[in-house]
């Protein structure tokens, strides 16, 4: 299934100059989204990990779904202010400005194997900030997954070192 062709691209937004790739138009096509989550549990099917983080917000879209098809766990990172037990938190550049992550200190246990699941790789900023947090706590990033992939932003250079896939390259 050409998943690309049921994705949106908004102009200008949020801010000018940037091509907005908008999942809700592939979100609302059952079949569309079904494939979408299959082909990322196929991805991650082939790696031995513990539980999947996914960043707010369409990480969880697409994370939660994965994690539970492979009978995994499911933790959030989220926007400061979210969470209501104590957390980790790291700060990231967008290609549009500043923002912060958090992860309930508890999430990740030392040694936990996990799988980074998210809907977009730009420039890498939001998934490395995901990566740090998992680190920060002992965890190990055994794979980082995304249904769509900017290669013209170059983000898996900033990403060397971590094993990455992509199901849609523009």
């Known amino acids: 299934m050409d998943l690309a062709k049921y994705i949106r691209t908004i102009e200008d937004f949020p801010k000018e100059g940037i091509s907005f790739k908008d999942v809700t138009t592939l979100l609302k096509e059952g079949d569309a989204f079904k494939y979408a989550v299959k082909s990322i549990t196929d991805n991650l099917s082939n790696y031995d990990f513990d539980i999947i983080v996914g960043p707010e917000a369409r990480g969880f879209i697409f994370g939660a779904p994965a994690a539970y098809e492979l009978g995994v766990g499911f933790v959030p990172i989220r926007k400061p202010g ?56 002992g965890g190990e990033v055994v794979h980082i997954a995304f249904l769509i992939e900017l290669e013209f932003l170059k983000g898996r250079e900033n990403l060397k070192g971590y094993d990455v896939s992509s199901i849609i390259k523009y």
Request: net charge negative; hydrophobic share 45%; proline share 2%.
């Open 82 to 137: 979210k969470l209501p037990a104590e957390t980790a938190s790291y700060k990231y550049e967008l290609e549009y400005g500043m923002d912060a992550l958090e992860i309930h200190k508890d999430a990740i246990k030392k040694g936990t194997r996990v799988a980074v699941v998210d809907d977009l790789l730009a420039t890498g900023g939001t998934v490395m900030s995901a990566v740090k947090l998992v680190e920060q706590l």
